[in-house]
């Protein structure tokens, strides 16, 4: 399974619950799709080099990548607009909204592009987990199938199943 993980630009460090679910993901061998910026990609990253984790593809989309610090397999987005800025870091992120699976959300509350991120994957209707940093608790905001839950639900379930559901549920971790 291919799983895109995203968050906060802003945010450096990650939560036991964050780290938890990319453990999760690690134990079950799953291919991570991950930007090259700062913050979340950039911290996770960080956890994923440590684990010497290989199964990663980071995505950039200007001239050079920003971050990929595990020497991982890349994958350029063409930008053949010249766009700059968020309009150009947006074109990545949509290429692994469609090429994922499903997705884990680091969230602060503020970022425009982790909202940005899950109206994408809204709007394909892809699953994706959201994991605010402020609170206790996991939401679940969207599902197409209940197999997507299988990778959040070992050792003690982050959450409860309701795939008939699937809309903004908190369900305390």
């Known amino acids: 399974m291919k799983i895109f993980i995203s968050g906060s630009i802003s945010k450096k460090s990650l939560t036991e619950k964050e780290l938890a679910c990319i453990a999760q993901i690690v ?3 799953h291919t991570i799709l991950i930007g090259d910026a700062d913050g979340v990609d950039k911290a996770v990253q960080n956890v994923l080099a440590e684990q010497q984790y290989g199964n990663v593809v980071v995505y950039f989309s200007g001239k050079t990548v920003r971050n990929n610090l595990c020497n991982w397999q890349t994958k350029q987005i063409p930008n053949p607009e010249n766009l700059k800025g968020e309009s150009c870091y947006q074109l990545k992120d949509k290429e692994m909204v469609h090429e994922c699976d499903t997705g884990v959300m680091f969230g602060d509350g503020k970022s425009k592009r982790t909202k940005h991120n899950m109206d994408y994957m809204n709007a394909l209707s892809k699953y994706h987990l959201v994991v605010p940093s402020k609170r206790s608790a ?34 305390e971790g």
């Not at 939401?139 to 309701?162: C, D, K, L, P, Q």
């Open 27 to 29: 134990e079950g061998r």
């Open 138 to 171: 996991f939401f679940r905001v969207y599902a197409t199938t209940a197999e997507m839950y299988s990778i959040y639900i070992n050792r003690g379930a982050f959450f409860t199943v309701h795939p008939d559901n699937p809309v903004f549920e908190s369900v």
